[in-house]
């Protein structure tokens, strides 16, 4: 009886064992009965199911990631590239993705080819330079959203698509590299040219603008000194009015000593008006 009991309590725990299954927070699950799918998935927690005859299959519930092996990839110039490019994808439908690529491993290879089938449809409507440049960013978020319509049929979200590396064969560096140098060159030739001709500009208005300065500046100095002599005109005249002689001895004297020196010799009448102060200066002594 013992035994007995012993067989049916071990029977049972099995039973129990059979019909309890975990799924993890990182996980989601479905049952197969009998090798068929059942159309139901469940999420993280403690679930039943029928002992033998159900099976869980469980899948990954976290982002996956997928690097794919570099390839060459022909660009809109006829340049050809070794893209090294990885992806980030998730599987959103675990009946669709178990009836259609059944495993991770077969994903991966639906991937590899839809996603480079997208790279190299998009990255042949683009140059080189294109595609190396910041631009690179707007061309990849397409092809993440071609791609994610396509895998969908398969259960499987694509959440990003990147490049890791582009490079050149290695036949085609140096003849690229010269190309991208001359086309650097001919750039930096264009922007000295219109640095020369902005500031040949920037000199004609600086000159124009200095000789519109100079000429007010001369007009505002001829008009100060002919305010001066005006006022020393009427400095003058008002002292002729005043003593007409003796401003014309203080004027006299003034000549004397501009024309005379003691070299100065002169043959001149007592009666000759330019000497009438100097001899009536003698007389006086």
């Not at 002992?51 to 390839?71: C, G, I, N």
């Not at 400095?235 to 007409?244: F, G, L, N, S, T």
């Not at 004397?256 to 006086?284: A, C, G, H, S, W």
């Amino acid at each position: 009886m013992r035994y007995f009991l012993l067989i049916l309590f071990i029977i049972f725990a099995i039973l129990i064992w059979q019909s309890v299954f975990i799924v993890d927070q990182t996980q989601q699950a479905f049952l197969l009965q009998l090798g068929k799918p059942i159309k139901k998935v469940f999420g993280p927690g403690l679930h039943f199911k029928l002992p033998f005859v159900q099976q869980v299959m469980r899948f990954e519930k976290r982002l996956l990631e997928y690097d794919a092996a570099p390839a060459e990839i022909l660009t809109k110039d006829k340049k050809n590239l070794v893209v090294d490019n990885y992806s980030r994808w998730r599987i959103v439908d675990p009946l669709k993705f178990y009836k259609t690529v059944k495993t991770i491993q077969g994903a991966q290879a639906r991937l590899d080819d839809i996603i480079y089938a997208q790279l190299r449809i998009e990255l042949g409507i683009h140059s080189l330079t294109e595609v190396v440049s910041e631009k690179r960013s707007e061309l990849m978020e397409k092809v993440t959203q071609r791609c994610n319509k396509l895998t969908a049929e398969y259960g499987i979200e694509v959440v990003d698509v990147r490049i890791k590396r582009a490079d050149l064969p290695p036949e085609n560096e140096k003849f690229v590299f010269e190309r991208m140098r001359a086309e650097r060159e001919r750039e930096a030739k264009r922007y000295r040219s219109e640095g020369k001709e902005q500031a040949m500009k920037i000199r004609a208005a600086a000159d124009r603008e200095r000789a519109v300065i100079l000429a007010k500046a001369y007009e505002e100095a001829e008009r100060i000194k002919g305010e001066g002599d005006m006022e020393a005109i009427k400095i003058y005249a008002e002292a002729i009015r005043q003593d007409p002689e003796f401003y014309a001895f203080i004027k006299s004297l003034e000549v004397y000593q501009k024309v005379f020196d003691e070299n100065t010799q002169l043959i001149i009448t007592p009666q000759e008006p330019f000497m009438r102060f100097f001899f009536k200066t003698q007389k006086n002594n």
